[in-house]
């Protein structure tokens, strides 16, 4: 039986309409892999191929049925050309250094996380994670996912992109960094440097998960050009 017999197979559940968090006055519903069907990184890269997206041990994909705005984003590595403001920010950023380390719980990470959850997220349930509740956010027991962690010249943590390694590339799961660096642009460093990771390892993608046009949250995605949205049956280049 091939994988996509098996995602065929596997069962999944739509949520009920709720109200879009992206869209005002638009409805949204999701549609979630059941999180306990059986896994295997193989199966999971396949699903991603197929526009999907991981949270923890759930992978979902929207399910609106009269709206088709979130599509699923990814750089091709080989193709992908740096911008002015990329060479900018890598040029802010040339003492910094990268190490991959495995998906376990360092304190020091988890100080930055709700750091910078508090800076985005005041006042919501958000901003004060539990740390079980962190570790279960970014990892999965069925793939295998790196902590790229970010420092600068003196050592201090500057960010952790939270990775997952699938089939034909790196899927950037979580990316979380100092809020009060806004000149550093971290997290457009973050994904240039998984570009060229990719690229070393000889993978074809960097998976940056939904992209809405005309979404202000979103638009840093589509500045990384060329990029491929998927269409819900095939991946389509934009150039």
């Not at 191929?49 to 979130?70: F, L, V």
């Not at 069925?142 to 952790?160: I, K, M, N, P, Q």
């Amino acid at each position: 039986m091939g994988r996509n017999d098996l995602i065929r197979r596997l069962p999944v559940y739509a949520t009920g309409e709720h109200d879009c968090p992206y869209l005002d006055g638009e409805t949204a519903c999701t549609w979630f892999v059941d999180p306990d069907a059986s896994l295997s990184p193989g199966l999971y890269s396949n699903l991603i191929r197929q526009g999907y997206r991981r949270s923890g041990r759930y992978i979902y994909r929207p399910g609106c049925d009269a709206c088709h705005a979130c599509q699923s984003l990814r750089i091709p590595v080989h193709r992908f050309r740096s911008r002015r403001r990329h060479r900018r920010c890598l040029k802010a950023n040339a003492g910094a250094t990268v190490e991959p380390l495995p998906s376990t719980y360092r304190e020091e990470h988890y100080q930055l996380y709700c750091d910078y959850l508090q800076a985005r997220h005041p006042g919501s349930e958000m901003s004060d994670p539990a740390i079980g509740d962190y570790l279960e956010f970014l990892r999965a027991d069925w793939c295998e996912t790196l902590f790229y962690e970010f420092r600068d010249e003196a050592d201090t943590l500057l960010g952790v992109a939270a990775t997952d390694l699938v089939a034909d590339g790196l899927s950037a799961v979580y990316t979380f960094y100092r809020p009060d660096l806004p000149e550093r642009s971290l997290g457009t460093l973050a994904i240039l440097w998984q570009i060229n990771e990719a690229r070393r390892l000889e993978l074809d993608y960097v998976y940056l998960g939904y992209w809405i046009k005309g979404c202000d949250q979103m638009r840093y995605k589509a500045d990384f050009r060329p990029h491929e949205v998927f269409n819900g049956g095939r991946w389509l280049t934009v150039a």
